[in-house]
């Protein structure tokens, strides 16, 4: 299991491009696809990564151009482990993705019977680790600019204290939305729009 002491060591793994949004699925998921729509749209590459299929695309994919939907990959795990895998085998890959959304990471861990666990908690921790050293891999590269977006259903049964710590270890305040999700779209491109003005 990952070691949490290590993580505090490697609070560098912070940066601004890595984005947490907190709220339930059934109001985040089509904001998030919507977000997809138009990374696509503007040319970029987005990996989707979810737990299960979407049950029903939104009306704004249907009048898409197949090229943008092209550059949409869609990809399903059932287990944290096998999301971690492709994690890391992401840093192999040659075209490097302007985006990376994993839809309610939360869902991934439906074989854990307590939420209150530290290695619940480890399991999160671990997926959140090894995504931004890839968002990092990614960014090092020529001309690259990746983002991640990463979704937390806050459902009843959800622990609190480990959203607080997940959010403690891997994220700055001003990176983490509460939010529906047209809310949400919004402050996306507000948020991107300032960090590319503080970059020129």
């Known amino acids: 299991m990952l070691s949490l002491t290590l993580l505090h060591k490697r609070m560098d793994l912070n940066d601004p491009k890595n984005l947490l949004v907190i ?5 985040i ?14 040319g970029n590459r987005v990996l989707y990564l979810a737990s299960k299929a979407v049950d029903k695309l939104p009306e704004i994919f249907v009048d898409r151009d197949r090229s943008v939907l092209k550059r949409i990959i869609f990809t399903y ?3 944290y482990e096998a999301l971690a895998q492709k994690l890391m085998d992401l840093h192999n890959m040659f075209l490097t993705p ?18 209150n666990t530290d290695s619940y908690l480890e399991g999160h921790a671990k997926i959140l680790a ?10 090092e590269r020529s001309n690259a600019n ?22 403690d270890l891997f994220y700055f305040k001003k990176n983490c939305i509460r939010a529906a999700d047209e809310e949400f779209i919004q402050w996306f491109e507000d948020f991107k729009l300032k960090c590319e003005n503080r970059q020129n």
């Not at 090894?130 to 960014?139: K, Y």
């Open 146 to 167: 990746c983002w991640s977006i990463v979704s937390f259903d806050d459902h009843e049964d959800f622990s609190q204290q480990c959203l607080t710590t997940l959010i």
């Open 77 to 79: 795990f059932k287990s």
């Open 23 to 27: 709220g339930r699925t059934s109001i």
């Open 29 to 42: 998921s089509e904001g998030l696809l919507e977000i997809a729509i138009g990374e696509a749209e503007r």
């Open 98 to 115: 302007n985006l990376l959304i994993i839809e309610s990471l939360n869902s991934f861990f439906t074989n854990c019977s307590r939420t």
């Open 130 to 139: 090894v995504l931004h050293s890839t968002v990092n891999s990614f960014n």
